[in-house]
């Protein structure tokens, strides 16, 4: 659905590269989540996808369409929500969504108005945006982003600012979009919790470089991490070599995906290792998180 | 129970004129909501009574009364509503209309880029060159509304004053206007002069849509096309300067008045209208290629 292909993008001569031949893709109707810390090239990402940052080198694509080389055809099935939405304050959400659903070249008040009731914002959609709360702004905000109906929703920071209550509602409702309407979703936030709840896969940027594409546990591919307690650890890594594993330090035994672990505590005991515990061992997003992040210090740190 | 009754499809759009047409209503409706528009035109209209009051001081009224009568005309026949309305109509865009116009239009596009709006905007498939166009066709339209607003509510204001009739006194000594006109063809020639008037302000429009569209607060693109606008005048009114006249913009913008003299130049006009249509051209251009470069981050 979207490939985002070996972007580059400095602001300045001098600066370092906000993006740094990034490459990434998010298939079609999956949740997909874009992390790091704040300057790390996330909300750049986003505005390349959208054609609003022009890329120093490297091609985005939407459902195939070259967002350099069409924008307007690539972004047709595109909506968008961005941190703090900005509104003409002074008109009503429905004459926003009005105007704003202009631009996409439509409208269609059937839809508009099924939009609104399922943000749940029917009652006030009448109201003038300066009298909203920043819950009701982020509704109507998800509401124009899906006025054209699309099948990618890319998400930029969107609870930021957001009460808790408002956090869980607009978190249920990215789950349901995606769950019933099949849309895709890309939603770019440093705050991992949220990544991790509704997120299948991610992205972690870094001073502008990918440093990690997969899924929320960072082994997907690669195999299943055990933490064992036996005897005798060099004995057990040898046993185990026969089996596949590999040792990811002393006490965690890497597994290939696929591979019986009773085969591989057979295999250990065969060898007369003594083994007292064997759990399987899964890294949260945290985890994973700062694991990356240690692999790869922040410049100037 | 579905999130959706209806079916989860991006509609068929329309890039072509019904959908131009759409965003240019759209973008007119939200220059028309604004508070500060109907501000804006309520201050015209104090400044028409203010002016109007002067107007109705004695010396103000025997300074036309001496100039009409040394030229063989009678005071109570042309100091008339049209008269009236034309002399608030001058004052009024001379104090306040430039200043207003570049407002509007320093805000259009940089007051939605400081806003945040217009990220939104364009996160929509619309390309910026359109979003322009349409975003500069009703700052024009706008400064047209504005314009005509101007001259019938100046008129209007002599009408209440000194009612139906009477000829149109044109008394421009800057630009070697004095004329006389009676009613209906007075009438034609205030309705002309609003015509060309209208287009002589979309060029101080233009001005301000082009530095709008540079990477600037709207206060600085509105500062900066008064300055500019003010700048020019003064130079181009310095007597040392007098052989470069024709550089600057501000006789230009002038050229309306000449829709009051007897014989109407219209070969001029053609010429210098031709010229102000060129400069509005030049920075709807220049504003996009700027606009167009740049990256919209927040």
Known sequence: MLEFSQVTKRFGRKG?????????????????????????????????????????????????????????????????????????????????????????????????????????????????????????????????????????????????????????????????????????????????????????????LREGALVYEGGLSGLEGEGDIYRLEVDDWEKAVRAGGAQGAWSVERGRLGLPRGADVAELVSALVAAGVKVRGVTLEEESLEELYLRVSRETPRRGK | MPIL???????????????????????????????????GFGSFLTIEALVLYFLQKPKVKAFYERMLERNGYGFEDYFSALTLGLIILVLTVAILGTLYLALVAGDIVAKESEDGTLRMVLARPVSRFRLLLVKYLSCLTYTAILMVFLGVSALGVGLIDRGWGGGLFAFLPEQGVFSVFDFWPGLGRYGLALVFLTLSMQTVSSIGFCLSCQRMKPAAATILTVSLLFIDFILSNMPALSEYRHWFLSPRLDQWVFTLRDVIPWARMARDYALLFGINVTCFVVGWVVFQVRDLKS
């Open chain 2, 5 to 39: 009754n209806t079916e989860h499809r991006t509609p068929n759009t329309d890039y072509g004129m019904n959908g131009f047409w759409r965003q240019f209503k759209g973008e007119l409706f939200r220059l028309f909501a604004r508070k500060r528009t109907y501000i």
């Open chain 1, 16 to 204: 370092a590269p906000a993006l740094d031949g990034v490459s990434f893709t998010v298939e079609k109707g999956e949740v997909f989540g874009l992390l790091g810390h704040n300057g790390a090239g996330k909300s750049t990402a986003v505005g390349i996808m959208l054609g609003l940052v022009y890329a120093d080198g490297g091609e985005v694509k939407i459902g195939g369409v070259s967002v350099q080389r069409a924008r307007g055809k690539a972004l047709e099935k595109t909506g968008a929500i961005f941190e703090s939405p900005c509104f003409y304050e002074y008109l009503s959400g429905w004459q926003n969504l009005k105007i704003v659903t202009g631009y996409s070249g439509y409208w269609d008040e059937k839809a508009a108005r099924e939009t609104v009731g399922m943000v749940g914002l029917t009652d006030r959609i009448h109201d003038a945006v300066v009298k909203y709360s920043h819950g009701m702004r982020q509704r109507l905000a998800l509401a124009q982003a899906l006025l054209p109906r699309p099948e990618l929703l890319l998400l930029d920071e969107p609870t930021d600012g957001l009460d808790p209550d408002g956090v869980i509602d607009f978190r249920e409702r990215v789950r349901q979009l995606n769950r019933e309407l099949g849309v895709t979703i890309l939603l770019n936030s440093h705050l991992l919790s949220e990544v991790e709840q509704v997120c299948t896969r991610v992205a972690i």
